[in-house]
């Protein structure tokens, strides 16, 4: 199947709304956090395939802002494993030209997870590969909010004029500023909505569903989303014909 991919039409930047931990651990009659504890080889498949073929970033929807309203126990189960997981896989990031990074609004994560994030940033900034992007305490109205008060703040202090606010401008205020915007989005669970990720950012993603739930996503799972991708016409408002350029 990896063969069949255009290498020339790889999404420069690919979404993923990793979801389906605690249902697949349900399954199995386990506790959902167990869905959460075998959810990391999906990540480093996802990871090593986008290094692979050479996309140039990819965001994962890791921790939302409304995650934040489940069981206390889950919210710290998480909080740990995504601790033990950037210990775990630091080194093979830097074996794979790999830079982290995150969205969301961090600050709120506890200290210990916050730290641990600082020093993986330091760590892998240098390199020039694939950026990985967690998105953690992350919603996209929240980040809108976030832009608006900033471009706000600037307005009122005279930084700006009005004429300035420009579509440019506030991605520039968003999370992913310098990113271009996802060209795919993928959603494993078989869930169809957004769930409040890169609102801003998806005007014109194309999107893609599946039924797998993410603890069993493998490469061939990523493979499969960028061949659908790459059948598809996008036209962006304009007419078939004009795309083929023969409009
Ligand atoms: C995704 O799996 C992980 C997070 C949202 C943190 P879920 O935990 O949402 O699993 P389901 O959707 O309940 O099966
Ligand atoms: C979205 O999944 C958030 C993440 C994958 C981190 P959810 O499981 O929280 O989404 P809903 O609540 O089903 O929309
Ligand atoms: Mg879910």
Redesign the pocket.
Known sequence: MKEQIDRQNIPQHIAV??????????KKGAM?IF??RN?LTAVRETIESCVDLGVKYLTL????TE?WS?PQD?VNA?MEILINSITNEVPTMMENNITLSSIGNIQSLPDSAQRKLQEAYELTKSNTGLTVFLALSYSGRWEIQQAVQDIAKKLVNQEINLEEITQELISAHMNTANVPDPELLVRT?G?LRISNFLLWQMAYTELYFTDT??PDFRKEHLWEAILDYQKRERRFGKTGAQIKGKG
């Open positions: 709304i990793m979801d389906g931990n605690g249902r697949w651990a349900q959902r869905g959460h959810a929807y890791a921790f939302s995650n489940r889950e998480l669970s869930e739930l993410w």
